[in-house]
Nanobody, 123 residues
Framework: QVQLVESGGGLVQAGDSLRLSCVLS????????VGWFRQAPGKERGFVAT????????DYADSVKGRFTISRDNAKNTVYLQMNSLKPEDTAVYYC????????????????WGQGTQVTVSS
């Protein structure tokens, strides 16, 4: 069974940066496309970014383009989400998810999920 563990969340000020990590275990990491999703209080889970199995292809939500960067290091079984110029509206629980297919913006398309890591951005 594939397992995913997120880390790197925290409390920061607007304009600060954070780097989230997602580590996959019990699977061949290069087999999985990985996505980042987030869920804020009172809102449904939404797409943030996704990266292909090779790392060659990425996609981002319009709200984070130019500020967030997704990358992966298959040798370390890790996907990263570098978040710069954070805004209060970025506050949410961030989840990574994996699927044995191309990346998707749709949460329901992912079979494996991490436990989430809290990101709080104060103004």
């Amino acid at each position: 069974q594939v397992q995913l563990v997120e880390s790197g969340g925290g409390l920061v000020q607007a304009g600060d940066s954070l780097r989230l990590s997602c580590v996959l275990s019990r699977g061949t990491f290069s087999t999985y496309a990985v996505g980042w999703f987030r869920q804020a209080p009172g809102k449904e889970r939404g797409f943030v970014a996704t990266i292909s199995r090779s790392g060659a292809s990425t996609d981002y939500a319009d709200s984070v383009k130019g500020r967030f960067t997704i990358s992966r290091d298959n040798a370390k079984n890790t996907v990263y989400l570098q978040m710069n110029s954070l805004k209060p509206e970025d506050t949410a629980v961030y989840y990574c998810a994996a699927r044995m297919a191309s990346g998707s913006t749709i949460a329901a398309n992912y079979a494996y999920w991490g436990q989430g890591t809290q990101v709080t951005v104060s103004s």
